[in-house]
């Protein structure tokens, strides 16, 4: 019996075997099923966290604040003219000639914030107007263009359409308050040479009426009519009796005027500010007279302080354009001394706009750049003839007393009256004398360069020029702009990573209308609604608009010269 069951056992026990291969085999297919199942648990949840991710990052950065959740400042810095080098030029210098180390920097170092292209629609070297009408309008258009575009048309700017979105708003320059950049932001005609109908514009003589609050800088000249002596304009129209009786804008023309404002506590809105007949002087010279004009940073805080207690019941903030004009003028002169002070005064306005932002309780933000390069600056200099030298000298620069632009006024203010009989040694002693080793701290000015000087008074800014560069070893490529690339600066703060980096010029323009919220192309419609071209290219106005105001009457050309 036993030997027939042994048979059976092994049978059972073979049975056994085969279950528990089974079992084995249907855990593993379940072990396999459960940890496939997972992985695309996993998947789909990874997929599901990268799209929510997605999606969340690009709704913050396609949309638009909202107006109603805080009160926005938005102030915009132009630097006309300064590129890259001019602030390697202006750091060393000012390490220089206050024994600074070399770890030391500039305020505007320490904003650094990315570089902007420049061209124009028509080049890729552009001018003043092309390159602030990309910041006003947020588009693209030709060298000498007032914000107008490629196709004629105006294009409105972010000025306006603040204004009408009821921020108040405010330019302030150091060069003519007509002139390229401040133009853009408060008026449209085809070229920037017709000043006379920018100025008319500007006080609200135009289509839209008046949207700036506050002007303050120079070009008094282009507001007064033909009739008086300090006028530069072609009509007899007195801008500033028809601002001041119209428009009703207070006016003033002189430092004591600028003081009695203390610094925006005794201010009435509109003020128009024309504190000399065409530009400031360069801050080289204007130093020696400071109780004649205001300097670009006392300018600038007193519209910062004037706009900060005229919104202060306000749901609106403000818009201010500072523009640091004159960098470019000592740029097309190519003189580096001129430039220097021009930069640190920059500098200086820039950092007094940061303490504003410190101060005030109202959200505010600071982006600052530049409309192109001037000069072709090189911060080193290889003389015909010599090899490099790898160096540059900034003591000359310090040496400098007066700007070349008013060396060669005061030669040829001398020439002009000089007697007919001083020989031409004895005026190239009087150049030496009076105006090289005094005002370039020259002591070594050669005979050729003297009778440069001589010879050819009306071009003597570039000789005085040259005679200063040639001894710091500065270099310079060109009288004109450069299409180089510059630098962009800003305070930081809500939304300004979107013109963090490498941006279009026109990016720039964009978001300044983008972070406050309003509308431009709803101004631009409102201006082609109510303006037309002529068979001279000229601006008019509708004959609707012609009926509901002088703006565009015979008396007053407001879109023609």
């Not at 061209?119 to 910041?135: E, I």
Request: hydrophobic fraction near 35%.
């Amino acid at each position: 019996m036993e030997s027939e069951q042994r048979p059976l056992l092994g049978n059972e026990n073979q049975s056994h075997e085969i279950g528990r291969r089974h079992d084995s085999r249907r855990d593993s297919r379940w072990s396999r099923i459960r940890e496939i199942g997972i992985f695309v648990w996993a998947l789909i949840a990874t997929a599901a966290v990268i799209i929510i991710a997605i999606a969340t990052q690009h709704d913050q950065q396609t949309s638009r604040p909202d107006p109603r959740q805080a009160k926005r400042n938005l102030v915009f810095m132009v630097s006309d003219g300064m590129g890259p080098a001019s602030l390697s030029l202006t750091r060393s210098y000012r390490q220089h000639v206050e024994g600074l180390p070399e770890q030391d920097t500039l305020v505007l170092d320490k904003h650094f914030w990315g570089s902007s292209r420049t061209r124009s629609s028509s080049s890729l070297v552009t001018d003043s107007a092309a390159g602030a009408t990309a910041f006003s309008c947020g588009k693209k258009s030709y060298n000498g263009a007032i914000s107008v575009l490629p196709d004629f048309q105006p294009c409105g700017s972010v000025l306006e359409a603040a204004k009408r979105a009821g921020y108040a708003t405010g330019l302030v320059v150091t060069t003519d308050i007509t002139d390229a950049t401040p133009a853009c932001f408060a008026s449209h005609v085809l070229i920037r040479q017709m000043q006379d109908s920018i100025a008319l514009q500007e006080v609200g003589h135009g289509p839209l009426g008046r949207s700036v609050d506050l002007m303050l800088g120079g070009g008094r000249c282009h507001f007064m009519p033909n009739s008086t002596a300090s006028s530069c304009r072609l009509d007899d129209v007195d801008v500033v009796a028809l601002a001041q009786e119209k428009y009703g804008w207070s006016y003033a023309d002189s430092r004591q005027a600028f003081d009695a404002l203390h610094a925006g506590q005794n201010v009435t809105l509109p003020l128009l500010g024309l504190f000399a007949s065409s530009d400031i002087p360069f801050e080289l010279d204007r130093r020696n007279m400071n109780d004649v004009y205001p300097s670009l940073s006392e300018m600038a805080q007193t519209a910062l302080r004037t706009l900060e207690k005229a919104t202060a019941k306000s749901d609106k903030g403000f818009f201010l354009m500072i523009e640091g004009s004159r960098i470019d003028h000592a740029g097309h002169i190519n003189d580096p001394a001129a430039q220097v002070r021009e930069v640190l005064e920059y500098d200086d306005t820039f950092k007094a706009v940061l303490d504003f932002i410190d101060d005030t309780t109202t959200e505010t933000i600071l982006v600052a750049t530049s409309d192109h390069e001037t000069g072709g600056l090189a911060t080193a200099l290889q003389e015909p003839g010599h090899l490099p030298v790898y160096n540059w000298y900034p003591h000359v620069l310090a040496n400098v007393s007066a700007s070349c632009e008013s060396l060669a006024q005061s030669l040829q203010s001398h020439v002009s009256n000089m007697s007919a009989s001083i020989s031409k040694q004895q005026l190239k002693s009087w150049i030496n004398d009076k105006l090289v080793i005094p005002g370039l701290g020259v002591t070594d000015a050669t005979d050729d360069e003297l009778s440069l000087l001589a010879d050819d008074p009306e071009t003597s800014v570039n000789t005085f020029a040259a005679i200063i560069s040639l001894r710091a070893h500065i270099g310079w490529s060109t009288h004109g702009h450069t299409a180089v690339d510059v630098n962009v600066y800003s305070s930081g703060g809500p939304e300004t990573e979107r013109i963090r980096g490498n941006v279009e010029n026109t990016e720039i323009g964009n978001f300044l209308s983008h972070y406050l919220d309003v509308d431009v192309d709803e101004v631009t419609q409102e201006l082609r609604e109510k303006t037309h071209i002529s068979d001279d290219n000229s601006f008019h106005a509708t004959q609707d608009q012609k009926g509901t105001g002088d703006w565009a009457s015979d008396k007053y050309h407001t879109f023609e010269d």
